[in-house]
């Protein structure tokens, strides 16, 4: 009977143990987390990108993908990161406007401050997630 009573009292004590693991999951995380994270796929294919006449679409379309992420991370953190974001906005703006001179224009010149202008992209959207990732 003390052994029935023992093996009662422990599963008693391990099932809230087991929801709080359960509960805890990615799921519970704010969706700012999940934001950070497909941001952090484009900064990716940002900072691998190399910057010629014939890689200027390619740019483009991370460019525009990164300015879909950063507007869904803005909205689902409300007036959180307001700092990072704004830097990492200011950052997208002049990249985009650097590709829209070397588009129209490919000079080496050009071409170069659309790379240059991408690492700070790549730069301020990397300390924009890892803001996020200390809350996550």
């Known amino acids: 009977m003390a052994n029935t009573l023992r093996r009662v009292v422990t599963v008693s ?16 995380k704010p969706a700012v987390c999940s934001d950070a994270s ?6 990716h294919n940002l900072g691998s990108s190399q910057s010629s006449p014939s890689k200027l ?10 300015r879909v992420d950063l507007t869904q991370l803005k909205n689902s953190a409300k007036d959180e990161f307001a700092t990072e974001i704004n830097v990492f906005n200011n950052a997208l703006t002049g990249a985009e406007s650097a590709l829209s001179t070397a588009t129209s224009s490919p000079t080496v010149g050009n071409v170069a401050n ?20 200390d809350k996550c």
Not at 118 to 133: E, I, P, Q, Y
């Open 13 to 28: 004590l391990a099932l809230p143990f087991a929801a709080a693991v359960v509960s805890c999951s990615n799921s519970d």
């Open 38 to 43: 497909a941001l952090k796929t484009q900064l």
């Open 114 to 133: 659309t790379a240059v202008a991408t690492k700070n992209v790549v730069d301020s959207g990397r300390a924009l997630t890892a803001a996020v990732d």
């Open 57 to 66: 679409t390619a740019i483009r379309n991370d460019l525009q993908a990164a």
